[in-house]
Nanobody
């Protein structure tokens, strides 16, 4: 059983930076063996892929709209994955969810590849 807890959301101005964190835990959970990801869901829309990082940290993937602005990273010593959001835009407004999946290979991008999810943290970007 994997527990994921997001933090760092809130209200920011367009152009600002914000960093989301996701702390992972579990009785037999080995963070370093898991791919991690961030997805988001805006009101009335489907949950969508934002950024993912594979188990080793050597592979990352981003949706086109955040490339060059967002950076995903992981700290295996802290069992934590981060999403650094720079130059935030109003269209980034959504609930951001952390996800974990036991898989090898390059960074995955599909929701169904991630078995564990956090409860989400709201990010609101005002113009």
């Amino acid at each position: 059983q994997v527990q994921l807890e997001e933090s760092g959301g809130g209200l920011v101005q367009a152009g600002d930076s914000v960093r989301l964190s996701c702390a992972a835990s579990g009785r037999t959970f080995a963070f370093s063996l898991y791919a991690m990801g961030w997805f988001r869901q805006a009101p009335g829309k489907e949950r969508e892929f934002v950024a993912t990082i594979n188990w080793s940290g050597a592979s990352t993937a981003y949706t086109d709209s955040v490339k060059g602005r967002f950076t995903i990273s992981r700290d295996d010593a802290k069992n934590t994955v981060y999403l650094q959001m720079n130059n935030a835009k109003p269209e980034d407004t959504a609930v951001y969810y952390c996800a974990a999946g036991r898989m090898w290979g390059v960074a995955a991008t599909q929701r169904q590849e991630f078995a564990s999810w956090g409860r989400g943290t709201q990010v609101t970007v005002s113009s």
